[in-house]
């Protein structure tokens, strides 16, 4: 072969492959943009996950005798209701002094009806299978005096992942960024070169090529089991605050190693002390390379999901405490892996792939925003 | 002003507090190595002594999980987990390694300004979406194709690694390709050779460490790799894989299929998993310590 | 020059090393308050280390090792002594102007700042005082809360002549502070040290031996670590006693 055929075959294979790596990225989002977007919705980014049925004690108003009330109007209850598939009675409209929005739970607590709640039960009367609009009203407006009305509010929505994510994002850095910032700074402002700068340097390069299951396993037994933390937010927060640890540091000793030593040696030769150098003179200047290490693992803990699973669990609920029973929740990405694992829902599982890309691509957006804004006012 | 000399003790000793803080927050790094290190062992280690010790042997060299029977054997994932890296790397260098040529030496600036962002979102996607990628787009693929009834398998593992090394070859191949002082391209050219010549023969060969120490990061994100891995590999309870139609079970997904309601002996056995993962990792890790002081010392 | 000042510094016996190599040699020196002292000398001789030595920036270096003494006002500088305190009394200004990237003010307000002073109104009068005396207050007055960083080379060095001002030391080091500087910030630069000294010991390293004659009022000659000849200024100029000092002052060498 010629070597100008051979050039060319060659110069073919390389932009065959540039080629590829675009392609693939293109396939990748637009597999999870098509198969998600019929997910997404309003609704699915502000509802609850699981359906929540309670029961309400409502005052139910009196009986007007009113004409020209839209269709499904129930005077007794001053909200106008829809049929459902089930024959169940859907709330779309509620007026401003509504019995509902004044409703207690059975702890007598204050719960408000909402808009698309669903009626399945006033009194002992089941509302199910009916199949007039009609009926339903005029079986609700029979009501009166203080009824009990069985409420389903629907669920179908991320939220409560949404909400764990990011406790999940504010604990881990609570704990990661401080630790790791200082470390940084101890690691390029105090620390000598010698046997205990490699020995940190060595150990943070190899947290870095640990895998996440191996933390995984790590956090299961040590926080959850050793701590006595179980399944909760603290012992996940805290697996990822370990996981995060090489990326703050080498981020932030990066961003501190580009402040000209001249701002120390001026700093210091007006008579400020090292803590007074560091923290009017260095940590202001580092900021942005800092913001980014933030950046770079607030993406890391919405990747996440390995080590998640076996620390966090797998529960679609808000976690309400940080350690203990009823502290265990699913980050975005944990929910996206049951969907699809557990239960074969690719759809809605790309439906928060879709979300998960936008955050991603965001995070990347910012960072490089802030880098090139870094870079412009160096030169 | 204070204009005597003499030492502001307080202030000393606040100063000292302070560095004792940042030290031992430098130190968090190290010891959070220790700790995984002693608590993944020392549980994982633990079946195979005392009175009731499993064979470390029938583990190492078995082909069978079955914990219900109390048969523990992991060749065949180690097995799968060596098979998948390879045939990842074997795919992805070469592309990552062209593409990051194309990046550094032949594209056109708009060019440029496409493919960096598509390499650093690449990088950025979370294993999961890759699995879905990966559950939704390559399993079907390759059912479609394979002799095979079902499409999990290795093959699909390797496609899904070769997509998720891609970036991590490209950016590092990159960095070490702009690394080559220009005068070697220079000389080349100079000498008359073509420029696709001056790359391969000239460019290539001077980014060389680099573009190794590339690989070996690619070998410890493949052989790490688990969630996007869990949902194409088909987790088989045995044998080896004999073609690349087999499903496979990596050790990577071995532990995150089960730990979540194992218990005793066989949570044990996840964690000797976890062993054989951490040693491969160890070894990763030094070569690329290794390979990379060295290019320090150059 | 015929009345005897009081000596601000006396140096006896003073070495250094850098590890093993020694970069200054046996030095002895008395330098007198209120006079402007250069250090002149090829690059290398020692001069500006010698310098770092007298606030102990030196410090900052590893493996410096330091014997001798420097007694300042009577306490030597090397025994136990607070490291910040001396810094405040004797202030330093770089060969290439270094203001931090903040506001005029902010940088002037640093040191202030740094030892204390929080009142506002203290704060602005610290900044215009010092400011003034560096001669650039003219200049910037309206533009205090502007960057730093956006001045000519020879108004950061102004600049940063006032910050070290605003902690009113009792000496100014300075660093060849014009060997970065355009011919008429370096004439400026250099009548604000002479009008300095008035209030302050100034000591100046320069590799510009016209600057030296023109501004100081003593003059040391280093070489090699070793100070080969000090004296009052235009003897050394005029009428050198070494063969070395004449040598390089001539331009023979360095």
């Known amino acids: ?379 | ?298 | 020059m015929a009345e005897k000042k009081p000596a601000k510094f006396s140096v006896q016996d003073l070495s250094l090393y850098y590890g093993d190599f020694k970069a200054l040699n046996q030095i002895n020196m008395e330098i007198p308050q209120n006079e402007i002292i250069a250090f002149i000398g090829p690059s290398g001789c020692g001069k500006s280390t010698f310098l770092k030595t007298i606030n102990r920036m030196n410090d900052l270096i590893e493996g410096v090792k330091v014997e001798g003494k420097i007694y300042m006002d009577g306490t030597d500088i090397y025994k136990d002594i607070d490291v910040i305190k001396l810094r405040q009394k004797v202030g330093m200004v770089f060969q290439q102007p270094n203001p931090f990237p903040m506001s005029i003010y902010d940088n002037v307000a640093y040191g202030p700042r740094i030892h204390g002073i929080k009142k506002k109104s203290q704060l602005d009068e610290i900044v215009e005082t010092s400011l003034k005396q560096a001669a650039i207050w003219d200049e910037v007055k309206d533009r205090l809360k502007k960057n730093a960083l956006g001045m000519s080379g020879g108004q950061q060095q102004r600049i940063c002549i006032a910050r070290a001002l605003a902690v009113e030391p009792e000496v100014i080091l300075m660093d060849e502070p014009t060997s970065a500087l355009d011919p008429i910030s370096t004439l400026k630069i250099e009548d604000l040290a002479v009008e300095l000294k008035e209030k302050y010991t100034i000591i100046i390293v320069t590799h510009n031996m016209q600057q030296a004659s023109r501004i100081s009022d003593r003059t040391a000659f280093f070489l090699t670590g070793d100070v080969i000849e000090y004296g009052e200024t235009e003897e050394i100029f005029n009428n050198p006693v070494q063969k070395k000092t004449e040598d390089y002052i001539t331009g023979r060498f360095g």
Not at chain 2, 243 to 272: D, H, K
Request: net charge positive; charged share 15%.
């Open chain 1, 1 to 379: 072969m010629s070597r100008k055929a051979k050039d060319n075959l060659v110069r073919g294979a390389i932009y065959g492959c540039a080629g590829f790596t675009v392609l693939i990225l293109v396939v990748i989002i637009g597999f999870i943009v098509i198969k998600g977007l019929p997910g997404i919705s309003i609704d699915f980014l502000t509802r609850d996950y699981e359906d929540k049925t309670t029961y309400i004690s409502v005052d139910a108003a009196e009986q007007e005798q009113t004409s020209g009330q839209e269709e499904g109007y129930v005077s007794s209850i001053k909200a106008v209701i829809g049929l459902n598939d089930k024959g169940q009675a859907v709330i779309t409209k509620l007026d401003e002094d509504s019995p509902l929005k004044e409703a207690k739970n059975t702890k007598n607590e204050a719960y408000p009806v909402s808009k698309k709640d669903i009626i399945t039960k006033a009194g002992d009367l089941k509302i199910e299978g009916i199949s007039s609009l009609s009926d339903a009203v005029s079986s609700l407006n029979g009501l009166s005096g203080n009824v009990k009305l069985k409420i389903t509010r629907p669920g179908g929505g991320i939220l409560p992942m949404v909400v764990t994510t990011l406790y999940m994002i504010g604990i881990s850095l609570l704990i990661s960024a401080p630790v790791g910032i200082f470390s940084a700074v101890y690691l390029i402002e105090y620390a000598k070169p010698g046997r205990l700068m490699s020995t940190i340097h060595f150990a943070i390069q190899n947290l870095a090529g640990i895998p996440s299951i191996i933390y995984g396993l790590f956090g299961s037994l040590f926080f959850v089991k050793v701590c006595r933390l179980q399944y909760s937010l603290l012992a996940g927060a805290l697996t990822l605050s370990i996981i995060l640890l090489p990326t703050i540091i080498t981020t932030t000793e990066e961003a501190l190693k580009a402040i000209p030593k001249t701002y120390r040696e001026s700093s210091l030769g007006l008579g400020a002390t090292k803590l007074q150098t560091i923290n009017k003179v260095i940590l202001p200047n580092a900021m942005p390379g800092i913001l980014v290490a933030l950046l770079l693992g607030i993406g890391r803990i919405v990747g996440e999901s390995a080590a998640l699973l076996l620390t966090a669990g797998t529960v679609a609920q808000i976690p309400q405490a940080l350690f203990g029973n009823s502290a265990s929740g699913a980050t975005l990405t944990i929910k996206m892996y049951t969907l699809m694992k557990e239960e074969n829902d690719l759809t809605t599982a790309c439906a928060i792939g879709i979300v998960l890309l936008v955050i991603i691509i965001f995070i990347n957006w910012a960072s490089k925003a802030i880098t090139k804004r870094l870079l412009k006012k160096g030169a």
């Open chain 2, 1 to 298: 002003m204070d204009r005597n000399l003499s030492r502001n003790v307080k202030r000393d000793v606040w100063e000292k507090i302070v560095e004792g803080i940042f030290l031992i927050c430098a130190l968090a790094g190290v010891i959070s190595v220790i700790a995984i290190i002693v608590f993944v062992f020392y549980k994982g280690l633990h079946p195979f002594f005392g009175e009731d010790a499993y064979s470390f042997w029938d583990f190492i060299s078995g082909t069978r999980w079955a914990p219900s029977q109390n048969v523990y054997g992991v060749f065949y994932m180690i097995a799968g987990s060596v098979l998948a890296t390879a045939g990842a790397i074997i795919i992805g260098v070469p592309i990552g390694v062209l593409t990051a040529v194309f990046i550094a030496e032949m594209a056109p600036k708009g060019a440029v300004r496409v493919i960096k962002p598509a390499i650093e979102l690449l990088a950025g996607i979370p294993s999961v979406l890759y699995g879905a990628f990966g559950l939704g787009v390559v399993v079907p693929i390759i059912k479609e194709i394979s002799p095979m009834v079902q499409g999990q398998s290795l093959l699909a593992v390797i496609i899904v690694l070769t997509i998720m090394i891609l970036p991590t070859i490209v950016s590092l191949s990159e960095s070490a390709i702009r690394a080559v002082p220009k005068s070697y391209r220079e000389a080349s050219l100079g000498l008359g050779a073509s420029k696709i010549q001056t790359i391969f023969k000239a460019v290539l060969p001077a980014a060389k460490s680099g573009i190794l120490s590339a690989t070996v990061l690619g070998v410890g994100r493949a052989i790490g790799e688990t969630m996007a891995v869990m949902m194409i590999a088909g987790n088989p309870t045995q044998g080896l894989p004999n073609s690349i139609w087999s499903m496979v079970r990596p050790l990577t997904t071995n532990i995150a299929m089960e730990m979540s309601y194992a218990s005793g002996r066989q949570q044990e056995m996840l964690f000797a998993t976890g062993v054989i993962l951490f040693i491969f990792i160890m070894i990763v890790n030094i070569t690329l310590l290794k390979l990379t002081n060295k290019e320090g010392d150059k």
